[in-house]
Nanobody, 124 residues
């Protein structure tokens, strides 16, 4: 059974940092595109960052470039999202996702496995 379990969300003040973790069980971790998405109330799900597990190559949405870093720990089958210089507009539920094949951008249509989400709240 495939499971993606996020952790690390919470509440911080603007300018603060959080690190999200996504533990991946099952056989889906290797040579996959993994990504983080977020969804704020009333908004569509937005791609934040993705990484190709095969070579660690990252890709970021413009809104988070220079502030967020996606990384992996292959020994733990875990993907991380380090979030620095957080802004109130980063407030959302953050989801980890795994793609079924090649991914060209951060369109959620490419991603077939999803975690349950973790809340991130940034206060001003």
């Amino acid at each position: 059974q495939v499971q993606l379990v996020e952790s690390g969300g919470g509440s911080v003040q603007a300018g603060g940092s959080l690190r999200l973790s996504c533990a991946v069980s099952g056989s889906i971790y290797h040579n996959r595109y993994m990504a983080w998405f977020r969804q704020a109330p009333g908004n569509e799900r937005e791609g934040v960052a993705r990484i190709y597990i095969g070579n660690g190559s990252p890709y970021y949405a413009d809104s988070v470039k220079g502030r967020f870093t996606i990384s992996q720990d292959n020994a733990k089958n875990t993907v991380y999202l380090q979030m620095n210089s957080l802004k109130p507009e980063d407030t959302a539920i953050y989801y980890c996702a795994a793609a079924s094949g090649v991914v060209f951008d951060l369109n959620p249509k490419y991603f077939v496995y999803w975690g349950q989400g973790t809340q991130v709240t940034v206060s001003s």
